[in-house]
Nanobody
Framework: QVQLVESGGGSVQAGGSLRLSCAAS????????MGWFRQAPGKEREFVAA????????AYTNSMKGRFTISRDNAKNTVYLQMSSLKPEDTAIYYC???????????????????WGQGTQVTVSS
């Protein structure tokens, strides 16, 4: 089992940037595909991005492509989400998640992920 802890959230003005981190403990991160999801108040959890074990394969929701970048440092057991050109509609709680069934196939469905962090709040003001 792996424990995930997100950090780096906060408040930023529209057009600004934030970098979220997801630190893992309990098992080496390279064993998992990692994903980022978000959930805004009153909305369902939404896929943001995912990355395979060596960073060679990534996937993004179209609305975030070009603005968000997922990356990982397996030596530090950490996954990152660099967010730029932030918009008020990006306001949400951001969660990282680990898919224990694969470290190669990136998937966008929340049900595919087994371990979740507690989330970090991102607030973008206009």
């Amino acid at each position: 089992q792996v424990q995930l802890v997100e950090s780096g959230g906060g408040s930023v003005q529209a057009g600004g940037s934030l970098r979220l981190s997801c630190a893992a403990s309990g098992r080496t991160l390279s064993a998992y595909v990692m994903g980022w999801f978000r959930q805004a108040p009153g909305k369902e959890r939404e896929f943001v991005a995912a990355i395979n074990w060596d960073g060679g394969r990534t996937a993004y929701t179209n609305s975030m492509k070009g603005r968000f970048t997922i990356s990982r440092d397996n030596a530090k057991n950490t996954v990152y989400l660099q967010m730029s050109s932030l918009k008020p509609e990006d306001t949400a709680i951001y969660y990282c998640a680990a898919d224990k069934s694969t470290n190669t196939v990136v998937r966008a469905s929340a049900w595919a992920y087994d371990y979740w962090g507690q989330g970090t709040q991102v607030t973008v003001s206009s």
